[in-house]
C-alpha cells in the first residue's frame, strides 16, 4: 500500500484537517467558484489584486482531502506573488499532475524545491480518477485570475 | 450464510483479482454483475437471433419479436401482473418514472394541484416530477424522514388532501436502504383521486414483489440493477391507467396509422415504445429474471436481511463509523451508508479500492436526502446474491486499514 501512504502524505491530512487561509474577503476582491459534479466536491475562492499582485486570499469549500489539501496549499503559494509568478505556478502544477503533457517541472533530488508544500500532491497521479480532485482548486483559481482581468 | 449457495461461479467478473485478492464487488445498488445465462442469451441473439421486432415478414424477425414479447411475458410473470400487456419496455427506471411524469402528469395536472414525494427520494423520482411541475404550475410537497431513516407519515392526512394528484416514492432508498411506506400510502390513496407511483429500482431486485398486492397504478425498475443489461427497463401499469396514459414520444412502433395530420396510437404497451426497442436488452432482462427465479426471490430476500445483518454487525466495531440506515433489518435493504471519522467518502473509496473493495462514495443521486440527514457525501456498500460473508470481513478489514492511513488511531 506505498501508493496509499503517497497519496495521504501526512502533510496532504494536515491541511485537510487544518486548511490555511479559511474565510472569506472584505472589501475588493474577485469570487470565483468550482464544483466537481460528478463527486460533489466544492471549493471557492476570494483574491485580492493590487497592482498585479496577490495581496490576499481566503478559500471556502467542501470535498475530500485532496481537493480541500490542494486548496490550502494552493492559498499559501499564492499569497503575494505577482500574477505572472501565479500563472507559471498553474503551469507547473498542471506538468506536475499531469494534466498538461510535458516533463513534470519537479526536481526528484530535491523535493520541494519548485513547487514547495505542492509537492506532496505527485502521488495522486497514480490515482487518475482522483486527479480532478486536486485540480478543482487550479481551475477556480483560472477563474478569478480571468475575472480580475476582465475587471469584473 | 443462507441456502442461496455461493453462486459466485455463475458471475465471470467477480472471477477477476485486484491487488492478488478477488474482487469485492459491494456497488449493486449502482448496477450488479451479470451472470453467465444473462451474457450467453445477449451473445446468442446476436449471433442467431438479431432482426427487427414487429416489423419483418421474415422467419427471422418473427423470431425475434418472438423472444422479446417472451422476455416481457416473463418480466410480467415474474411481478405479477395480470398480461404482458401490462409491462412497457423502457431504457431504464429513470425513463419509465419519466413516463409517467410526461404522459400522465403533465396532461393531469394544473396549477394548485400536487405532487406528494418523500424526501428519501432519488433524484430521477424528483427530478422529472419538478420538471412537470414547472410546465404546469403545480407543487411538490414532500413526507419527511424520521429519526429511524423511515419515511414519516405522522402528518401524511394532512399532506394528502384533495390537491394531490400524484404520489410517488421509492419502494427501498438506494441511500439508507429503508424501505418505502408502499402500503400504507396505498391504503392512503385508495380514498383519493391520486395514482400511487412507486419508484422499484432498489425493491424489484431485491424483495419479492407482487403488483397485484403492491396497491401502486405504476411502477418503475430497471434491468441492470437487477443482474441484467443496461439500457432496459420497465414500467408496469394497471391495464386502466396505461389506457389513460399519454405517449410521450412518437415515432415508429408506436403508431397504427399515420396521416400528414394526425396518427391514431398502437395499442398499449406498443404505443409506449416508439422505434426501434432495445431488443438484445430485454431478452437479457428475460434471462436474469429466469436466474432470479430459479434462485427464488424470498431466498433473495432472506440473503440479503442475512448479509445486511451480518455487516451491520461488523460494522459496529470500528470506532467513529456511523451508519445511516435502519437497525432492522426487516424493515431495510442491502444498501448500507456509512462515514468514518473526517475521511472523506471519496478517500475512502480509493483506500477501500486499493483493497479490491469497490464501494460508492458521494450524494447517491439522492442529494436533498443527504442534506435531510446533514451528510455531505456517505461511502455506499450495498449487497446482493452474490456476495458472502467474507466480503463485509474484507471490508471492515479495508475500513480498519483506512483508519490507519488518516492517522485515527
Given at each position: 500500500m506505498a501508493d496509499l501512504d503517497e497519496l495521504y502524505r501526512e502533510i496532504i491530512l494536515d491541511h485537510y484537517r487544518n486548511?490555511?487561509?479559511r474565510g472569506t474577503l472584505h472589501g475588493p476582491h474577485v469570487h470565483a467558484e468550482g464544483v466537481?459534479?460528478?463527486?460533489?466536491d466544492e471549493f471557492a475562492l476570494d483574491l485580492r489584486i493590487e497592482d498585479g499582485v496577490v495581496t490576499d486570499v481566503a478559500i471556502q469549500g467542501q470535498g475530500c482531502s485532496i481537493s480541500q489539501a490542494s486548496g490550502s496549499m494552493m492559498a499559501e503559494a499564492i499569497l503575494g506573488k505577482e500574477v505572472p509568478a501565479v500563472e507559471d505556478l498553474m503551469a507547473k502544477f498542471r506538468l506536475m499532475m499531469g494534466i498538461?503533457?510535458?516533463?513534470?517541472?519537479?526536481?526528484p533530488n530535491r523535493p520541494?524545491?519548485?513547487l514547495g508544500d505542492l509537492?506532496?500532491?505527485?502521488?495522486?497521479?497514480?490515482f487518475p480518477v482522483r486527479i480532478k480532485c486536486a485540480d478543482l482548486p487550479w481551475t477556480t483559481l483560472a477563474d478569478a485570475l480571468a475575472k480580475a482581468e476582465a475587471g469584473t | 450464510m443462507t441456502d442461496l449457495g455461493d453462486v459466485r461461479g455463475d458471475f465471470p467478473l467477480l472471477g477477476r483479482t485486484f491487488e492478488g485478492r478477488p474482487l469485492v464487488y459491494l456497488d449493486s445498488a449502482a448496477t450488479t454483475q451479470k451472470p453467465h445465462r444473462v451474457i450467453e442469451t445477449i451473445d446468442r441473439y446476436y449471433r442467431e437471433l438479431n432482426a427487427n421486432v414487429?416489423?419483418?415478414?421474415y422467419r427471422l424477425s418473427a423470431a425475434a419479436t418472438d423472444a422479446y414479447e417472451e422476455a416481457r411475458a416473463k418480466v410480467a410473470r415474474f411481478i405479477g401482473a395480470?398480461?404482458?400487456?401490462e409491462v412497457v419496455f423502457t431504457r431504464g427506471a429513470t425513463t419509465a418514472l419519466n413516463h409517467v411524469a410526461y404522459g400522465w402528469g403533465l396532461h393531469r395536472l394544473g396549477s394548485g394541484d400536487r405532487i406528494l414525494l418523500t424526501v428519501m427520494e432519488h433524484h430521477s423520482n424528483i427530478v422529472p416530477w419538478q420538471m412537470v411541475a414547472r410546465l404546469t404550475g403545480a407543487e411538490l410537497v414532500y413526507l419527511d424522514v424520521d429519526d429511524e431513516y423511515r419515511v414519516d407519515l405522522s402528518n401524511l392526512d394532512e399532506l394528502?388532501?384533495?390537491?394531490?394528484?400524484i404520489v410517488s416514492v421509492s419502494g427501498?432508498?438506494?441511500?439508507?436502504?429503508a424501505l418505502g411506506p408502499v402500503a400504507e400510502l396505498a391504503e392512503a390513496v385508495a380514498d383519493t383521486e391520486a395514482v400511487l407511483v412507486v419508484d422499484?429500482?432498489?425493491l424489484v431486485p431485491h424483495a419479492p414483489v407482487d403488483v397485484a398486492a403492491l396497491g401502486a397504478d405504476f411502477l418503475a425498475f430497471s434491468g441492470h440493477k437487477m443482474l441484467g443489461p443496461t439500457g432496459i427497463g420497465v414500467l408496469w401499469g394497471r391495464p386502466e391507467r396505461l389506457a389513460d396514459l399519454e405517449p410521450t414520444e412518437g415515432g415508429g412502433?408506436?403508431?397504427?396509422d399515420v396521416t400528414l395530420t394526425d396518427a391514431k396510437w398502437a395499442p398499449?404497451?406498443?404505443?409506449?415504445?416508439?422505434?426501434?426497442?432495445p431488443i438484445a436488452q430485454a431478452i437479457g432482462l428475460g434471462a436474469a429474471v429466469d436466474y432470479l427465479e430459479d434462485l427464488g426471490m424470498d431466498a433473495v430476500r432472506a440473503h440479503e436481511e442475512a448479509i445486511t445483518a451480518y455487516a451491520l454487525d461488523r460494522l459496529s466495531?470500528?470506532?467513529d463509523l456511523t451508519v445511516y440506515?435502519?437497525?432492522?433489518v426487516a424493515t431495510r435493504g442491502g444498501a448500507v451508508s456509512f462515514e468514518l471519522g473526517d475521511i472523506h467518502a471519496h478517500d475512502l473509496a480509493t483506500i477501500l479500492d486499493e483493497h479490491g473493495v469497490a464501494v460508492r462514495a458521494g450524494h447517491h443521486c439522492a442529494k436533498p436526502l443527504m442534506r435531510r440527514l446533514g451528510a455531505v457525501a456517505t461511502t455506499r456498500a450495498s449487497f446482493y446474491?452474490?456476495?458472502?460473508?467474507e466480503d463485509v470481513d474484507r471490508l471492515v478489514e479495508a475500513l480498519w486499514k483506512a483508519r490507519e492511513v488518516f492517522g485515527l488511531d
Open positions: 486548511p490555511r487561509r466537481n459534479p460528478s463527486c460533489g498538461d503533457e510535458g516533463d513534470s517541472p519537479i526536481d520541494g524545491s519548485v509537492e506532496a500532491l505527485q502521488g495522486v497521479r497514480r | 414487429h416489423r419483418g415478414a395480470g398480461s404482458p400487456e394528502l388532501d384533495e390537491r394531490v394528484k427501498m432508498s438506494n441511500v439508507t436502504g422499484g429500482a432498489q412502433e408506436m403508431i397504427v398499449v404497451p406498443h404505443r409506449f415504445e416508439a422505434g426501434t426497442p466495531e470500528i470506532p440506515g435502519p437497525r432492522d446474491v452474490y456476495n458472502v460473508a
